[in-house]
Nanobody, 122 residues
Framework: QVQLVESGGGLVQAGGSLRLSCVAS????????MGWYRQAPGKQRELVAA???????KYADFVKGRFTISRDNAKNTVYLQMSSLKPEDTAVYYC????????????????WGQGTQVTVSS
């Protein structure tokens, strides 16, 4: 089983930036596809970005050009760099492991972190 721990959330003004981190343990991180999802109050959880073991990435249309997903296999960590943040980006952001990257759209794996809150003020 994979343990995932997110960090880096917080309160930021519109137009600002944040970087989320997710550290994985308990598995071979380098061969796993990883993803970031988010869930706003009253809404379903949605895919934000995904990254394959070979470092290719996919993004939801609503974050293209603003967010970047990356990974550091030496640190067992996946990142989400968020820029030009908007109030509608406010949500709890979750890290997901063992995501099925080849699907269109990618399908979430069974491993989730506890989530980190991102709040964007206008």
């Amino acid at each position: 089983q994979v343990q995932l721990v997110e960090s880096g959330g917080g309160l930021v003004q519109a137009g600002g930036s944040l970087r989320l981190s997710c550290v994985a343990s308990g598995t071979s991180f380098s061969i796993m596809s990883m993803g970031w999802y988010r869930q706003a109050p009253g809404k379903q959880r949605e895919l934000v970005a995904a990254i394959s073991s070979s470092q290719t990435a996919k993004y939801a249309d609503f974050v293209k050009g603003r967010f970047t997903i990356s990974r550091d296999n030496a640190k067992n960590t996946v990142y989400l760099q968020m820029s030009s943040l908007k109030p509608e980006d406010t949500a709890v952001y979750y890290c997901n492991g063992n995501l099925k990257y080849s699907s269109d759209p990618p399908i979430a794996g069974r491993d989730w972190g506890q989530g980190t809150q991102v709040t964007v003020s206008s």
